[in-house]
């Protein structure tokens, strides 16, 4: 186990470096989103809560730079433009630079200490705790490639072995029934290898029939939307999603452009037609996909509506994975795990297809659900150094999302997974599909 912990660890990091890498250390002052830090904050960030985690919270050791380990501990979720951070004079890259090396040195030692930890503490046993920083860590890969997606691309370099776009038509969207019955959410706590708190424990819902769409909404289909005056009517969208779209001056996606007469889509490292690109899955926020069902007559689905869709098997409980018991691979059963760095076509992975004929159910973008994010019944913080990880976010401004992106790890494709997101923040990689009736 020991080897296995540091194999993993040096694996994960390695994957860091090569996301930072895409910008020169120069750049890394940039702050791309406004309402996020700089690039050089996730630098420090990732070791900072690894040694925190690991060091402080479970083995009760010492700081291994004071000023550091609290500086970088936790990231922000600002609401809106009230919520940007302050500016920071942040510290010299090379002396970030050296307390990550000097954290990832130490922690590689301490990976022993943790698994030998003679006091029985959950997050010690097994190495849970590596865990933690295992998906932390690869969830703010993803967290980077929507940061970059907004910078300059004259900042960043393309991955030598980035494959080409792909365009192809994939399959056309059309209603699937899915029959009502219950739904399983979430897991038990001994019965998967880790999960975070708001995944446990497991509880049963019932869903009635409904009819949702095999495809996520495309950008062909959201640009009917936009050229319907989609983000000029006031009556399709709630009072406050129209205050927002008002107050940044939405016309489209954040990630659409239009120079000319014809609107272009920005990729992490280039700006495409938009018609090449028009079978790719739209991103946009809640606020923006409320919107558009208003305008469709349709309705996104539940957080268990989504999950029998994508999990749930005619004669069965529910599969393991959407495509039966086969674990994830990247490439064949959906596009995650950076097997692309952009969008694919919808139905591009007929093999990852679920049960009912739900295409791409993880993969692309994360899916957005109608379901405020809640603790299940039962819901424990049970992480003593993160206690708020779930909690914090209990708000009724933060929604469920289901799936996974492009950019998301394969150690996310688990059933009880849960992701969450405010509802009027565009820059994740997110779409949805539409429930027509129920």
């Known amino acids: 186990m020991i080897a296995e912990l540091r194999r993993q660890l040096s694996e994960i990091w390695a994957h860091s470096d090569r996301l930072f890498d ?11 989103i406004d ?8 630098v420090g960030h990732l070791p900072a809560f690894a040694w925190n985690q690991v060091a402080r919270s479970v083995l009760g050791l010492g700081h291994l730079n004071e000023e550091f380990d609290e500086l ?88 030598a072995d980035m ?36 995944e446990f424990p497991s509880h049963r819902v019932t869903v009635d029939d409904f009819a949702i769409s095999n495809t996520l909404v495309t950008n062909g289909d959201w640009h009917d939307f936009v050229c319907d005056d989609g983000y000029r009517r006031a009556l399709l969208w709630r009072p406050e999603d129209w205050a927002w779209r008002n107050r940044f001056g939405l016309q489209h996606p954040v990630t659409w452009r239009k120079p000319g007469d014809s609107y272009r889509l920005r990729t992490l490292f280039d700006e495409l037609d938009l018609e090449l690109t028009a079978h790719w899955p739209v991103a946009v926020s809640l606020a923006e996909a409320r919107a558009y069902c208003r305008w469709k007559g349709v309705r996104l689905p539940t957080e268990a509506e989504l999950h029998r869709a994508l999990y749930g098997a005619p004669g069965t409980e529910q599969r393991i994975y959407p495509w039966g018991d086969a674990a994830p691979n990247a490439g064949v059963h959906g596009n995650f795990g950076f097997a692309n760095w952009a969008p694919t076509p919808v139905g591009d992975h007929p093999v990852g297809a679920s049960a009912w004929g739900i295409e791409d159910p993880v993969g692309s973008l994360w899916q957005w659900t109608s379901s405020s994010f809640v603790g299940f019944p039962g819901f424990e913080a049970y992480m003593p150094g993160y206690r708020g990880y779930s909690a914090d976010f209990f708000d009724d401004r933060h929604f469920v999302m289901l799936g996974a992106s492009w950019a998301t790890s394969p150690r996310f494709i688990r059933r009880s997974f849960r992701n969450w997101f405010q509802d009027r923040y565009p820059y994740v990689f997110a779409g949805f599909r539409t429930v027509e009736r129920s």
């Open 22 to 32: 895409l910008v020169p250390s120069s750049a890394w002052s940039e702050r791309p």
């Open 35 to 42: 309402l996020r830090h700089p690039l050089l904050f996730y």
């Open 72 to 159: 970088f501990a936790f990231g922000i979720d600002p609401v809106d433009e009230d919520g940007v951070p302050a500016a920071v004079e942040w510290p010299p890259v090379e002396a970030v630079l050296e307390y990550r090396d000097l954290a990832r040195e130490q922690l590689l030692d301490l990976v022993e200490a943790v698994v030998d930890w003679p006091v029985d503490d959950l997050m010690a046993r097994n190495g849970r705790i590596f865990q933690v920083v295992f998906e932390h860590e690869c969830m703010h890969h993803e967290t980077l490639q929507y940061m970059l997606q907004q910078l300059d691309p004259a900042l960043k370099r393309r991955p």
């Open 163 to 198: 494959e080409d776009y792909r365009f192809e038509r994939g399959c056309d969207s059309r209603l699937v029934e899915v029959p009502g019955g219950e739904v399983v959410l979430g897991a038990e706590f001994s019965a998967i290898e880790f999960g975070w708190d708001n």
